[in-house]
């Protein structure tokens, strides 16, 4: 299942997905053909179990699909949309086959059987037809909520990614259920900080490709730039930091498996090799490229303005640090050596900023 999710993604998105309709989507566009063409070929539903609409492909399957996105800088909320349609899967809830939102941070109350507050940072927020929050503390709930019955105000990531403030004011979610044992409240910052992980580790792979054939293709002083010392170490440290965050990200993904438990020692581990990957590898393939790189024009830049909206996303550098820190802390000088090679650890410390 997984060759067969891998090879039919990259050719659908390599055959539409272009530097002109990325730009036209940052400019406001919704490339609704696209999407059809992604609901038509069941990618939207496919996490969730088969009995509920589904494919019931697990997170192992679905990794080079995410990894796709972030290769072709996907201008849709297919990745978030995954993530919503496996919850519902896991609270016994029917599958979407629609555009979905999440929010991993909001101030959402259950007042009875409404709800009521403000969803944060939800991506795409204006166009999906239902966004998916998990409500409560104690008793946390899963609640799919009507766009239509938002008030959306609009804003956006440095890479013009629509991340807007859905406010609800005494709204009946359209479905709900109470989170199963094993599915954590931080399911959606977990999974959302797993989904970015895997779309950094694609963004790298597309802009070390970038470098690697600009370097040999630009001549400068009579020599390509990939003659030149300097521009080969440069190259050479990309493909380090590309190699160490899809090793991390696919760890995390496998980690996942199609269980309701996310493993957040693996998904903080790629978190932080992702948000250092992309402030190591970025810099240096603009650098490879010099001032063409940063042109409207060019897919560099729309590679890596994304990488740096995303490595904030669901939690930056200096979050995922400091929970590994307490948990490593908190659990002593015998526990990091088995946490390392069992891939587990209590992060539960801390809370989410």
């Not at 709930?141 to 990531?157: G, H, I, K, Q, Y």
Request: include cysteine.
């Amino acid at each position: 299942m997984r060759e067969l999710f891998e090879s039919t993604m990259e050719r659908l998105l390599a055959d539409h997905v272009t530097p002109e309709l990325v730009n036209s989507c940052e400019a406001g566009q919704w490339p609704q053909a696209l999407w059809s063409l992604l609901e038509e070929s069941g990618f939207a539903v496919a996490a969730a179990p088969e009995a509920l609409g589904g494919a019931g492909a697990s997170w192992e399957d679905l990794y080079p699909v995410v990894r796709a996105c972030g290769r072709h800088t996907l201008p849709l909320p297919l990745p978030e949309t995954l993530l919503a349609n496996a919850l519902l899967g896991h609270c016994g809830l029917e599958a979407r086959n629609e555009p979905l939102g999440i929010a991993a941070r909001s101030t959402l109350k259950l007042e009875g059987s409404r709800v009521s507050g403000t969803l944060h940072d939800v991506p795409w927020g204006r166009n999906v037809h239902h966004a998916v929050a998990i409500v409560g503390d104690a008793n946390p709930v899963l609640v799919v909520l009507p766009r239509s019955r938002a008030t959306c105000t609009e804003r956006a990531n440095v890479a013009g990614e629509p991340r807007d403030e859905l406010h609800f004011d005494a709204v009946a979610p359209v479905a709900s259920a109470g989170l199963p044992q094993g599915l954590s409240g931080e399911a959606l910052w977990l999974g959302g900080a797993m989904l970015r992980s895997a779309q950094a580790a694609g963004a790298l792979e597309a802009i070390l490709q970038m470098s690697t054939t600009y370097a040999g293709e630009r001549v400068q002083f009579g020599k390509p730039l990939a003659s030149f010392q300097a521009i080969q170490h440069q190259l050479a440290v990309m493909a380090q930091h590309t190699g160490c965050v899809a090793v991390a990200a696919e760890a995390a993904f496998a980690e996942a498996g199609n269980s309701t438990e996310l493993n957040a020692w693996a998904i903080a581990a790629a978190k932080v090799c992702a948000a250092e990957g992309t402030g190591v590898a970025a810099g240096m393939a603009h650098a490879v490229h010099g001032a063409i790189g940063f042109t409207h024009e060019h897919a560099l830049q729309q590679a890596t303005r994304r990488l740096w909206g995303w490595r904030s996303e669901f939690g930056n550098l200096s979050h995922w640090a400091q929970r590994l820190g307490r948990a490593v802390c908190a659990g002593g000088s015998t526990s990091l050596w088995p946490a390392v090679t069992a891939n587990r650890l209590d992060l539960t410390l801390g809370e989410i900023a």
